[in-house]
């Protein structure tokens, strides 16, 4: 007798789809349920991708414009800090004057300890 030899063969099939869209199949069985479902839900996700963008955009600019105002209002506070120092000098309060010109480098002293940290 001979042996019959049998070869199985075992294929695995894996499929990954993404997106903002659901896979054209489940679309597909979307349209079987409600004619309209694909069009909803095409109009869904161009409105949440709109909104993506949107606050792409805004943290964009907030990325850009909160160092920026830092940095002013650093500068602001040291002036502010030193021409205080001045007046209080000019007026023949020393100690004030010194305290004040102190307070005004204090701010500038830990913008660039934390600009050293980056």
């Known amino acids: ?17 993404v997106g903002p869209l659901p896979h054209p199949d489940i679309l ?3 349209k079987e349920i409600d004619e309209d479902f694909p069009n909803r839900i095409l109009s869904m996700t161009e409105k949440y991708v709109e909104a993506d ?3 792409q ?3 964009a ?3 850009l ?15 502010g800090g030193m021409a205080c120092g001045v007046l209080l000098s000019l007026k ?8 004040a010109i102190l307070t005004g480098f204090s701010p500038i002293l830990i913008q660039a300890i934390k600009s050293l940290k980056k």
Request: no cysteine; glycine share 10%.
């Open 92 to 99: 023949g309060m020393e100690a004030g004057a010194v305290a």
């Open 65 to 79: 414009i909160v160092p920026i105002l830092g940095q002013v209002f650093t500068f602001l506070l040291g002036i």
């Open 28 to 30: 597909k069985g979307f």
């Open 53 to 55: 963008v949107y606050e």
């Open 57 to 59: 955009k805004k943290r």
């Open 1 to 17: 007798m001979a042996e019959d030899k049998v070869m199985l063969e075992q294929q695995l099939k894996k499929e990954l789809y």
């Open 61 to 63: 600019w907030r990325n």
